[in-house]
């Protein structure tokens, strides 16, 4: 995916919302050169020029970032988030208000999870370090210059899977219950 200059080409989702929609996916430098190509390749099939601004066409652009996705009571899976940073909306698997947990020592990776599920309103799904994590959340990369997100280098997915594989699931669950067992022991004492 590298191009002239050693420049990163991202992957971005356009959608075109007219009286009905049209998704692209494309593969650019930059969310202004996808939104570019983008409309030429709509302009070129519909056989005639919109001018997305004059005309009122509304348009969506998501970047397109693969990392892990973790879910309450599944193994870590790849997944394609998309990005919409215009609404700091991070896929609707995470949803909107996210927050970062440091996983480990590794600053250009972390977890992003959605911070209204501090309330524990999702399902439990696993510990990180001393946190508790409720409801699914992503493993990305991190640029650390520009505090962008970035697609997780594939040489460190395999540490993740394994990090997040079947055996946490089962060590959050017996952390979990130790605790809720201790806060009941504790509870009892005290009405002793």
Known sequence: ????????????????????????????????????????IHNSCEGHYFDFQRKGLDVEVKEIIRGILVEPFKEAREYDFQIDATTELFDNIIGNNIREVKIDDDLEVVA?????????????????GDELI???????????????????PIEKRDKYYKQFDEKSILLSNEKLFKIVNDKKKKQKDKER
């Open 1 to 40: 995916m590298k191009m002239k200059g050693d420049k990163m080409k991202k992957r971005y989702n356009i959608t075109f919302k007219e009286t009905f929609e049209k998704n692209y996916n494309i593969e650019a430098e930059s969310r202004n050169i996808a939104l570019e190509r983008s409309l030429d």
């Open 112 to 128: 992003v999870c959605s911070d209204s599920n501090k309330n524990f309103s999702h399902p439990i799904n696993r510990y990180i």
């Open 134 to 152: 409720s409801g699914p959340f992503a493993i990305v990369g991190k640029n650390l210059e520009t505090g962008e997100y970035k697609v997780l």
